[in-house]
């Protein structure tokens, strides 16, 4: 299995929702990753978890939440998000300095 | 500062040319590596090659082949008798291998849209 499943695939919400987007992968990686890209543009780093723990957050406002339940799982929660924040946002994962694998993205539209 | 720069923003070619995409890099760290991902309209990145910096051999896989030049910071990509499944963002990344030690913390370049026309 050499996937990394993300869902939804899309997902709109309001201004004053509160929504998880959800990414897994049973690959045995260690390291897991969101990525945000806007339209046109090429995808931008935001968190990285490193054996479930949080290693780095690239100054990412806190209306993004990020979660790592087990190795397995990555979740992203949001709550407040803007219009600006309406993004494709993939997950990725990777065994350590190896090429990183990407699911397929949420296209998350605010509303 | 680590930057990737792929100057071509979009390259429309007829089914069977070759096409090479252009990708330079910056960095001040001896030990890097080097990516290139295809992004369909579907949006999953799809990996294709990596390469370290201390590994300057060309590579050829299928159709596509990859041309890596410490010397002129370049690691360019081409694709020979394109075909229309081709056609896609081409991403070529940069990794800092001890940043947070783990990997996938890629810096991308803007991408190259290719259009392979029948």
């Known amino acids: 299995d050499t996937e990394v499943t993300q869902t939804p695939k899309h997902l709109v919400m309001g201004m004053t929702n509160k929504k998880s987007l959800k990414c897994e992968q049973h690959?045995?990686?260690?390291?897991m990753y969101w990525y945000k890209q806007k339209a046109k543009k090429p995808p931008e780093l935001m968190f990285v978890?490193?054996?479930?723990?949080?290693?780095i957050n690239e100054s990412v406002p806190s209306r993004f939440s990020p979660e790592c339940p087990n190795s397995s799982l990555l979740n992203l929660h949001l709550h407040a998000l803007q219009p600006e924040d309406s993004a494709l946002y993939l997950c990725?994962?990777?065994?350590?300095?190896?090429?990183?694998?990407f699911g397929q993205g949420t296209r998350l539209t605010v509303v | 500062a680590q930057k990737v720069t792929q100057a071509q923003t979009e390259i429309s070619v007829v089914e069977k040319e070759d096409v090479t995409l252009d990708c330079v890099y910056e960095?001040?760290?001896?030990?890097?590596?080097l990516f290139w991902y295809k992004q369909p309209p579907s949006g999953e990145l799809v990996f294709l090659i990596r390469?370290?910096?201390?590994?300057?051999q060309n590579e050829i896989s299928g159709r596509y082949s990859w041309n890596f030049q410490k010397s002129t910071s370049s690691f360019n990509f081409t694709i020979t008798a394109s075909q229309v499944v081709d056609s896609a963002v081409y991403f070529c990344?940069?990794?800092?291998?001890?940043?947070?030690?783990?990997?996938?913390?890629?810096?991308f370049g803007k991408g190259t849209k290719l259009s392979v026309k029948p």
């Open positions: 990725a994962s990777s065994p350590g300095i190896d090429e990183a694998f």
């Open positions: 690959m045995g990686h260690r390291a």
């Open positions: 978890y490193s054996y479930e723990k949080l290693s």
């Open positions: 960095t001040r760290d001896t030990t890097y590596y």
């Open positions: 390469r370290n910096s201390f590994d300057e």
């Open positions: 990344a940069l990794s800092e291998p001890n940043y947070g030690g783990s990997q996938g913390n890629l810096i």
